[in-house]
């Protein structure tokens, strides 16, 4: 059995949380032992996240954290006309979710519609009345981590005849 002991560092803690908890938590081959304050040992939920991702780490299932470069990430989006909506479709690329905006030529320009956190998103607003069209441009932002991601995409549009 592998024993792995992490002690949280307590230095920059208020004092009251100095005094730690020693809590285990294991598999069949991996024991951890954390000393954590005593506040944060009364949230199972966070022990149990921790010790996890200290498992996971021990017994090399989980890699080590990989850095995003937001510069190379390609923000592509495309739009298609369905029966049902406007598609629009893009590629996770590891991010949390889209930022997506529309612009519906009504004359607001571009105005918040989503975040889209499952490809793709479809638009079901009112298409234009008979008789008349009207020009739909989109654009999105990655979020990752509650924080917008590299640069907006490039516009795309799709004409819509009612």
């Known amino acids: 059995m592998k024993v792995v002991t992490v002690q949280l560092n307590t230095g920059s803690l208020p004092r009251n949380w100095q005094s730690g908890t020693r809590v285990f938590c294991g598999t069949g081959s991996v024991a951890v032992f954390l000393r954590v304050p005593s506040v944060v040992a009364d949230s199972c939920a966070t022990i149990f996240q921790f010790c996890q991702i200290v498992i996971g780490h021990a017994q090399q299932i989980i890699g080590s954290e990989q850095t995003i470069d937001a510069a190379s990430l390609n923000h592509l989006i495309n739009a298609i006309l369905a029966a049902w909506g406007v598609i629009i479709g893009w590629i996770k690329q590891g991010m949390d979710a889209l930022e997506l905006w529309g612009d519906r030529g009504d004359g607001k320009g571009f105005v918040f519609l989503v975040i889209d956190s499952i490809p793709d998103y479809t638009d079901t607003a009112a298409m234009p009345p008979a008789g008349q069209s ?17 640069q907006w995409s490039d516009v795309v549009s799709i004409p819509l005849a009612g």
């Open 134 to 150: 009207a020009l739909w441009k989109y654009k999105g932002i990655y979020i990752h981590a509650d924080q917008h991601i590299g």
